[in-house]
């Protein structure tokens, strides 16, 4: 979106990010009034979130003739930043505006984990889920699915089995934190619950065993 009447003297044809960014902060542009405004929603989302693409975006922000609006969907999104991203190529101005609305638009675009897709799709799906996770979150899904890789016979693992094992690691303060990411993990069909033959519920993964050891790497990078 440009702002302004001026114009460029020479039409711009490179597809180097770093002469497009030389570009955008170049001074052939006269007329000070004249800027591309990019926006941004959720900025920290799983597609944005490697490093190099946040320096992009920081450095394609220092530029002179670009503005940045976006906004971010966790609390823990800054982390992402150095003081030098935040204070001197980003500069953001901050507005705290939550809407306090359901996610529920969001949640349409991410497919059901036990679709009748291919096993590429499939892991690609789970990822997907578990990358838009709390490190905490993905940390607790971690546990239960090198359990059930380590114990191949059994129904799943016991619930008070893995508040044990996510407490001794500080991963869970309580049960009930523990039932906010198993109540994530249920919402995405990324872990279900059966009985074993002592009536005990068990927590399981619905995924094949070469499926569950691709995604432990996956979200582990």
Same mark, same amino acid.
């Given at each position: /979106?440009?702002?302004? *009447?001026?114009?460029?003297?020479? @039409?711009?044809?490179?597809?180097?990010?770093?002469?497009?960014?030389?570009?955008?902060?170049?001074?052939?542009?006269?007329?000070?009034?004249?800027?591309?405004?990019? !926006?941004?929603?959720?900025?920290?989302?799983?597609?944005?979130?490697? *490093?190099?693409?946040?320096?992009?975006?920081?450095? /394609?922000?220092?530029?002179?003739?670009?503005?940045?609006?976006?906004?971010?969907?966790?609390?823990?999104?800054? =982390?992402?930043?150095?003081?030098?991203?935040?204070?001197?190529?980003?500069?953001?101005?901050?507005?705290?505006? @939550?809407?306090?609305?359901? &996610?529920?638009?969001?949640? /349409?675009? &991410?497919?059901?984990?036990?679709?009748?897709?291919?096993?590429?799709?499939?892991?690609?799906?789970?990822?997907?889920? =578990?990358?838009?996770?709390? @490190?905490?979150?993905?940390?607790?899904?971690?546990?239960?699915?090198?359990?059930?890789?380590?114990?191949?016979?059994?129904?799943? /693992? @016991?619930?008070?089995?893995? &508040?044990?094992?996510?407490?001794?690691?500080?991963?869970?303060?309580?049960? !009930?934190?523990?039932? *906010?990411?198993?109540?994530?993990?249920?919402?995405?069909?990324?872990?279900?619950?059966?009985?074993?033959?002592?009536?005990?519920?068990?927590? &399981?993964?619905?995924?094949?065993?070469? !499926?569950?050891?691709?995604?432990?790497?996956?979200?582990?990078?």
């Amino acid at each position: /979106m440009l702002k302004g *009447s001026a114009k460029a003297e020479e @039409p711009f044809n490179s597809k180097s990010v770093d002469d497009l960014l030389l570009f955008l902060d170049g001074l052939h542009i006269k007329d000070n009034d004249v800027f591309v405004c990019v !926006v941004v929603h959720n900025i920290e989302g799983p597609g944005l979130r490697d *490093s190099d693409t946040q320096q992009t975006l920081a450095r /394609m922000a220092a530029c002179f003739h670009v503005r940045i609006v976006a906004s971010i969907d966790h609390v823990n999104a800054p =982390l992402l930043w150095d003081k030098k991203m935040v204070h001197t190529q980003f500069n953001w101005w901050w507005h705290h505006v @939550p809407t306090f609305a359901p &996610y529920k638009v969001e949640g /349409m675009f &991410y497919p059901l984990i036990l679709s009748h897709a291919g096993s590429a799709q499939t892991l690609k799906s789970a990822a997907l889920v =578990l990358q838009s996770l709390t @490190p905490n979150a993905q940390s607790v899904f971690k546990v239960l699915a090198e359990y059930q890789l380590a114990h191949p016979d059994e129904q799943g /693992m @016991p619930v008070n089995k893995l &508040y044990s094992a996510c407490r001794e690691r500080f991963l869970v303060s309580s049960q !009930v934190t523990l039932n *906010s990411h198993l109540t994530e993990f249920k919402d995405h069909e990324l872990v279900k619950t059966r009985k074993d033959s002592d009536g005990q519920e068990c927590l &399981y993964v619905p995924l094949p065993g070469e !499926v569950i050891e691709k995604l432990l790497v996956e979200i582990s990078q």
